[in-house]
């Protein structure tokens, strides 16, 4: 029992910084941010991918030549989970977990399982593939999901306005 509270409240931390993952994607020379404002049709979008309401009236994100960083939070079962998403010729070229909350669920920050999400698109407003889950991940699978079609979503978004 000790080993099993010992590794879940190993799983908690910060894996990468923000900063971190912005010079990783942008080799070392992060754009300045912009922002999106979520009002009208765009935050109506929002919440319909992540089925519930958006908690701020505004996303950062980060844009250089066709590449698009993202970092947003969603909910795994009670805290917020941070990923970090990168996007590239409107395919996802990485999915990170930046920072992670809760106490299950933390194996959705593995390369295996976040592999799933290389190349993937949007169709409608759904990935294009199924993603397997994690047995007692469910819910931070779901999140990954979630934020993994928001980044799609929002940088088609960008791209086209």
Same mark, same amino acid.
């Given at each position: 029992?000790?080993?099993?509270?010992?590794?879940?409240?190993?799983?908690?931390? =910060?894996?990468?910084?923000?900063?971190? &993952?912005?010079?990783?994607?942008?080799?070392? !020379?992060?754009?300045?941010? $912009? $922002?999106? +404002?979520?009002?009208?049709?765009?935050?109506?979008?929002?919440?319909?991918?992540? /089925?519930?309401?958006?908690?701020? *009236?505004?996303?950062?994100?980060?844009?250089?030549? %066709?590449?698009?960083?993202?970092?947003? %939070? /969603?909910?795994?079962?009670?805290?917020?989970?941070?990923?970090? =998403?990168?996007?590239?010729?409107? %395919?996802?070229?990485?999915?990170?977990? *930046? %920072?992670?909350?809760?106490?299950? #669920?933390?194996?959705?920050?593995?390369?295996?399982?976040?592999?799933? &999400?290389?190349?993937?698109?949007?169709?409608? +407003?759904?990935?294009?593939?199924?993603?397997? #889950?994690?047995?007692?991940? @469910?819910?931070?699978?779901? !999140?990954? @999901?979630?934020?993994?079609?928001?980044?799609?979503?929002?940088?088609?978004?960008?791209?086209?306005?």
């Amino acid at each position: 029992m000790i080993i099993l509270l010992a590794s879940s409240l190993h799983a908690r931390g =910060v894996y990468q910084t923000d900063k971190d &993952f912005l010079d990783e994607v942008f080799d070392n !020379a992060p754009p300045k941010s $912009k $922002k999106i +404002m979520l009002v009208g049709k765009i935050r109506k979008s929002v919440e319909k991918i992540l /089925e519930h309401p958006y908690g701020s *009236l505004r996303i950062r994100y980060w844009k250089k030549d %066709e590449t698009t960083a993202w970092i947003l %939070e /969603e909910i795994g079962k009670v805290e917020p989970i941070t990923f970090g =998403v990168e996007i590239k010729d409107n %395919e996802i070229q990485d999915i990170r977990v *930046l %920072e992670f909350r809760e106490i299950r #669920g933390w194996e959705v920050r593995y390369p295996a399982f976040r592999k799933q &999400f290389e190349g993937a698109r949007l169709v409608g +407003m759904k990935l294009d593939r199924e993603v397997d #889950g994690i047995s007692g991940a @469910t819910l931070s699978v779901w !999140a990954m @999901t979630s934020i993994a079609e928001l980044s799609l979503f929002l940088d088609g978004y960008v791209k086209n306005k």
